[in-house]
């Protein structure tokens, strides 16, 4: 079975502090990869998707980065982060196949203080 | 390019009456379609998925209907329930092969008793 790991849980950070997010999944084998962000009471907004190791797609940037240095692995960062970084990351999944399902891991809440 | 569009905002209603979302897209293809629900704090789960042979998909007392011709996938439940309080999500995915997945901006249900 495949399954999708989030970390960390959460954090608190400070304006203009690093933030490094990261993704793993186990169990498939060349995943589409995806990254949302939530706004604490707000919608969900695609920011990156992956298809392939190497290979990123932005999609609303955010001043907000994203790699991925393996096949099963999403990292999101930031060298500087702003208030409005604040709210639930999201990593998710599909097939590599045209209109599967997404699968959502458990997701991070970051406070930027 | 690809887009969905939602009924806005906060949809408030009596335990026990009808649910109907509303749901259209555009698309240069024949995308797929889907619902997600997100409860407080949770991740987003698929709660229905389009299907190619205008079958009818339900789950958990939701159906939803893809009509091509109005470009339409509205969300129905015959009967609210406590339980159903939520974030939904309309998504479409499949659409020009960029394996992206666009998402609506969002309903909240909020059922009363």
């Known amino acids: 079975a495949q399954t999708i790991h989030q970390w960390p849980v959460a954090e608190i950070k400070a304006v203009g502090s690093p933030l490094s997010l990261g993704c793993t999944i186990k169990g498939k084998s060349s995943p589409n990869l995806y990254w949302y962000w939530q706004a604490t009471g707000g919608t969900l907004q695609q920011l990156f998707y992956s298809i392939t190791v190497g290979q990123v797609e932005s999609v609303v940037q955010l001043n907000l980065s994203a790699s991925r240095p393996k096949d099963d692995q999403f990292i999101l960062s930031t060298e500087k982060l702003l208030l409005s970084h604040s709210g639930f990351y999201l990593c998710?999944?599909?097939?590599?196949?045209?209109?599967?399902?997404?699968?959502f891991g458990h997701g991070t809440k970051l406070s930027v203080l | 390019g690809d887009s969905v569009t939602q009924t806005e905002g906060l949809v408030t209603l009596t335990e026990g009456l009808p649910v109907m979302l509303n749901c259209t897209y555009q698309s240069t293809y024949s995308p797929f379609l889907f619902w997600y629900v997100q409860h407080l704090n949770e991740a987003p789960k698929l709660l229905l998925k389009s299907f190619t042979d205008n079958k009818r998909p339900e789950h958990q007392g939701f159906h939803a209907t893809l009509h091509k011709s109005s470009s339409s996938f509205h969300l129905q439940k015959s009967s609210a329930q406590l339980s159903d309080s939520a974030l939904y999500y309309c998504?479409?995915?499949?659409?020009?092969?960029?394996?992206?997945?666009?998402f609506g901006t969002g309903t909240r249900l909020q059922v009363l008793p």
């Open positions: 998504a479409l995915s499949g659409s020009s092969n960029t394996n992206k997945v666009v």
């Open positions: 998710a999944w599909t097939r590599q196949i045209s209109n599967e399902r997404l699968f």
